[in-house]
Nanobody, 126 residues
């Protein structure tokens, strides 16, 4: 059984940093597209940053230069380093995995991801 568990969310002042972690267990496939979505109340989930099993990364325009996604293969943990946080970054953040690799982008619809974490809240105050 595949399980994703996020951690690292919290409250921070604008300009601060947070690192989100997503521990992945039970995933036995060699290929993947993993990433982070964010979601505000009443809105759809939107892609933030993604990485595939070839190491290619893709970022939403609003986080380019501020967020960095990485995957620790030894620990099977997905990381999102969030720097220069802004109040508008306040949201629930979810990690997700789909089995296919190759094209792995913020344009992939959330419903095409198979596995999801429970989410972690990020709150940025001004």
């Amino acid at each position: 059984q595949v399980r994703l568990m996020e951690s690292g969310g919290g409250s921070v002042q604008a300009g601060g940093s947070l690192t989100l972690s997503c521990s992945v267990s039970g995933y036995t496939y060699s290929t993947y597209c993993m990433g982070w979505f964010h979601q505000a109340p009443g809105k759809e989930r939107e892609g933030v940053a993604f990485i595939n099993s070839e190491g290619s990364t893709n970022y939403a325009d609003f986080v380019k230069g501020r967020f960095t996604i990485s995957h620790d293969n030894a620990k099977n943990t997905l990381l999102l380093q969030m720097n220069s946080l802004k109040p508008e970054d306040t949201d629930m953040y979810y990690c997700a995995v789909r089995i296919v690799s190759g094209y792995c982008s913020t344009y992939i619809r959330p419903e095409l991801f198979t596995y999801w974490g429970q989410g972690t809240q990020v709150t940025v105050s001004s």
